[in-house]
């Protein structure tokens, strides 16, 4: 994945934790980072906004929440919209490996 989000300059990241997880703790790249809240019961919001906030479906989109849970559910309402480049990274705390110092 840390080949990926370096050789792919349209990478973006899909966070998909509640507004108070990233008040708590955030994320930072050069890449893109776009936030769209999804919980484990309802990813109606990510259905609604991922057209408009990820308008490239064949970038590649890496998604992550606060475990992995949400990602998995993330990823399974984009690809009924078509999306056809996603990678589950898991949760925050996995992801050292992608952050950049």
Same mark, same amino acid.
């Given at each position: 994945?840390?080949?990926?989000?370096?050789?792919? /300059?349209?990478?973006? #990241?899909?966070?998909?934790?509640?507004? %108070? !997880?990233?008040?708590?703790?955030? #994320?930072?790249?050069?890449? $893109?980072?776009?936030?769209? $809240?999804?919980?484990? @019961? /309802?990813?109606? !919001?990510?259905?609604?906004?991922?057209? !408009?906030?990820?308008?490239?479906?064949?970038? $590649?989109?890496?998604? #992550?929440? %606060?475990? @992995? %849970?949400?990602?998995?559910?993330?990823?399974?309402?984009?690809?009924?919209?078509? +999306?056809?480049?996603?990678?589950?990274?898991?949760?925050?705390?996995?992801?050292? +490996?992608?952050?950049?110092?």
């Amino acid at each position: 994945l840390k080949d990926l989000v370096a050789s792919s /300059d349209d990478t973006v #990241f899909l966070d998909v934790r509640s507004a %108070g !997880e990233l008040e708590a703790s955030s #994320f930072k790249s050069s890449k $893109p980072v776009v936030h769209i $809240p999804v919980t484990m @019961g /309802d990813q109606s !919001e990510i259905t609604e906004k991922a057209p !408009e906030l990820l308008p490239n479906k064949d970038a $590649p989109i890496v998604v #992550f929440c %606060g475990v @992995g %849970g949400r990602a998995s559910k993330a990823i399974a309402a984009l690809e009924k919209l078509g +999306y056809s480049k996603l990678y589950n990274a898991g949760g925050l705390k996995d992801m050292g +490996y992608l952050t950049e110092s």
